[in-house]
């Protein structure tokens, strides 16, 4: 087990409702990260965050959003659900150190499998 | 962009016999380069990475991959595959021009047979 924990395991939406995802990251971790996987694909890159600041944003619309708080744990805020919303949501947690970044191994969450309707 | 490309969806191989799963990848500059495998219903877990240093790089399990910078490409190689192998396993590439944002491929099921 990595120590990255993710909640809730899995929620069932309608579209157009918002949801609120949560990680917490493993310990001595600064930066989490954020995969969409949708099914039978390989994990897409949301965002970053890095010292509560966004680090990184991949090719994800304004309605997905995230937070990270003090304790380097974050959130994933997705507004106004649409069917293609339906996915595995990852969250990884790695360590950052200013002048490296090359050797940052991610870290995985088990995920939180989002159904919309 | 970058970009990592996984040839085969599935591998199937007997208990014992060798195992490869392939992955290419297009990156500006150096690589940095990983393999997590996927187990039913659970996150991605971290098998090895190549950051630098030697081509050939061991890691858990009894796995390694191979660098070949010519080729663009990172193998996974496994030389006694067990059934407990059998998951998900997924390639994935950063570098220095997109601060290391891992990009991934679409993932290849491993059937290791009794």
């Known amino acids: 087990e990595t120590g990255v924990t993710q909640s809730p395991t899995h929620l069932i939406k309608t579209r157009g409702q918002q949801v609120t995802l949560r990680c917490s990251s493993q310990?001595?971790?600064?930066?989490v990260s954020w995969y969409q996987q949708a099914l039978g694909q390989g994990p897409q890159f949301i965002f970053q965050?890095?010292?509560?600041?966004?680090?990184g944003r991949g090719n994800f619309p304004p309605r997905f959003s995230g937070l990270q708080f003090p304790n380097y744990s974050s959130e994933l805020n997705v507004n106004a659900l649409e069917l293609d919303d339906s996915a595995l949501y990852l969250c990884?947690?790695?360590?950052?150190?200013?002048?490296?970044?090359?050797?940052?191994?991610?870290?995985f969450g088990p995920g939180t499998r989002l159904t919309v309707l | 962009a970058q970009s990592v490309a996984q040839p085969e969806d599935q591998v199937n191989v007997a208990e014992g016999n060798p195992l490869t799963v392939k992955c290419t990848y297009s990156?500006?500059?150096?690589?940095?380069l990983f393999w997590y495998v996927q187990y039913p219903n659970r996150g991605l877990q971290f098998l090895l990475k190549?950051?630098?240093?030697?081509?050939l790089v061991k890691g858990s399990y009894g796995f390694e991959a191979e660098f070949n910078k010519s080729q663009t490409s990172f193998h996974l190689k496994k030389p006694s595959a067990l059934v407990s192998d059998s998951a998900l396993y997924f390639c994935?590439?950063?570098?220095?021009?997109?601060?290391?944002?891992?990009?991934f491929g679409a993932g290849t099921t491993v059937t290791v047979r009794a």
């Open positions: 990884a947690s790695s360590l950052k150190v200013l002048g490296g970044g090359a050797s940052d191994t991610q870290y």
């Open positions: 310990s001595g971790h600064n930066t």
């Open positions: 965050y890095y010292r509560e600041e966004e680090n």
């Open positions: 990156v500006s500059g150096n690589p940095y």
């Open positions: 190549y950051i630098t240093g030697d081509n």
């Open positions: 994935a590439a950063g570098g220095r021009s997109n601060d290391y944002k891992l990009s």
